[in-house]
């Protein structure tokens, strides 16, 4: 998960799975919007780019990102069907 970045997530044409690590939240950020930020070429970090997102609900810019295996992975995620997130202990 460590040499993740926008283009990987390009490749893989999964939404991009954010987390909030102050309050939990999760939320799905298209790939389009992502790649907007540098193109499908970009080869910034996602851990970089989780950087760039305040969460809309306790508004703190403490933001953890992976791109999913799958888009099926990243809805059972964001829903919490799936518990733990890649990553993170």
């Not at 953890?64 to 888009?71: G, I, L, R, S």
Request: a positive charge.
């Amino acid at each position: 998960m460590n040499n993740e970045n926008v283009h990987t997530l390009y490749m893989h044409g999964t939404d991009l799975c954010v987390l909030c690590q102050t309050c939990g939240r999760r939320s799905l950020v298209d790939p389009y919007k992502v790649n907007a930020w540098g193109g499908k070429g970009d080869m910034t970090p996602i851990s970089e780019v989780a950087k760039r997102f305040k969460c809309t609900t306790c508004n703190v810019k403490n933001s953890y990102a992976f791109v999913p295996p799958t888009k099926e992975f990243a809805e059972r995620w964001r829903r919490v069907d799936i518990t733990e997130t890649p990553g993170v202990e």
